[in-house]
């Protein structure tokens, strides 16, 4: 049996609960504008090798990694979508608090845990990540013996010919990122009729906020970080996951919550603006008119 080699930078246990109910899915591209029809999700938010390594013999191996993303976070992403969508069909009233929390919240925790290292696994964020850390490599090259620097270059030219060259632990990182979140909020947001989320080529959307300046002695030191306030993920055409760092919106509580159409379009917007290149959505009419509205 072969191994499989188109791999997708989107999970496809993500991005089946986004096809229509004749198995239709559609798809507009930034770079071309233009909105395609497929099928399936088989060739959606993917790549040809694009979790290919090589191992520790210098073999390329197109399985391991696959392997590791399917345990971390697509073999128990039923289990929690499960728990999700139950909570949603049980009629809560909008901002109450939901019942059984520490099941619901705990779902939404695993969720997002996908949707922070589905930017990190784009091909375009890959290549990004990769110039600053092999530049800064090359830097010190230019400025060591002989020897250590011919070292560098022969690693950084013996990975020239795969994609995924850092080997990063995406359960490692997923568990790194929300710990930073600090205490959070878990959200789920209905989209109202007639209207669906998108779902970016990068899984989910971050919004961040500037930190507090520093005061010492009286005296303002700006502080120029910014740090993750906000994570959407879109778990189906109608539900979205929200988590909020609860210092930023002290007054989000956990809680289902039913969209208006104005507050729907905002966090498609924010899914678009996210996106690398692509969004994905259910229905091709809402689609066209989300881009008729907001990409003229």
Excluded at 51 to 80: C, Q, R
């Amino acid at each position: 049996m072969s191994t499989p080699r188109n791999h997708h930078y989107v999970s496809q246990v993500l991005s089946k609960k986004f096809l229509s109910d004749v198995g239709r899915i559609y798809k507009y591209s930034k770079s071309k504008k233009q909105i395609a029809s497929l099928n399936s999700t088989k060739n959606l938010f993917s790549q040809v090798d694009l979790n290919t390594i090589y191992d520790a013999e210098g073999n390329l191996d197109h399985k391991s990694v696959e392997d590791k993303l399917n345990v971390a976070f697509e073999k128990d992403f039923p289990k929690f979508y499960k728990v999700i969508v139950e909570a949603v069909g049980s009629n809560l009233i909008t901002g109450m608090v939901y019942p059984q929390s520490e099941q619901i919240t705990e779902a939404a925790s695993k969720i997002v845990e996908m949707g922070f290292v589905g930017r990190s696994r784009h091909p375009m964020d890959m290549s990004e990540s990769q110039d600053v850390i092999f530049g800064a490599l090359l830097e010190i090259a230019n400025n060591a013996t002989e020897e250590l620097k011919n070292g560098i270059v022969s690693h950084i030219q013996s990975l020239s010919g795969i994609t995924n060259k850092l080997k990063l632990d995406y359960d490692i990182l997923a568990k790194a990122f929300v710990d930073l979140m600090g205490e959070t909020t878990y959200s789920i947001m209905i989209a109202p009729d007639n209207h669906y989320f998108l779902l970016p080529d990068c899984t989910a959307a971050t919004k961040r906020f500037k930190v507090e300046d520093d005061v010492i002695d009286g005296k303002t030191f700006k502080n120029p970080a910014m740090v993750i306030g906000m994570i959407f993920i879109p778990i189906n055409s109608k539900i979205l996951v929200l988590a909020v760092k609860a210092e930023f919106c002290p007054d989000q509580g956990h809680g289902i919550y039913h969209l208006d159409g104005e507050t729907m379009l905002a966090y498609n917007k924010i899914l678009f603006d996210n996106a690398f290149d692509e969004v994905a959505c259910q229905n091709q009419k809402y689609l066209q008119d989300f881009k008729n509205s907001f990409l003229k």
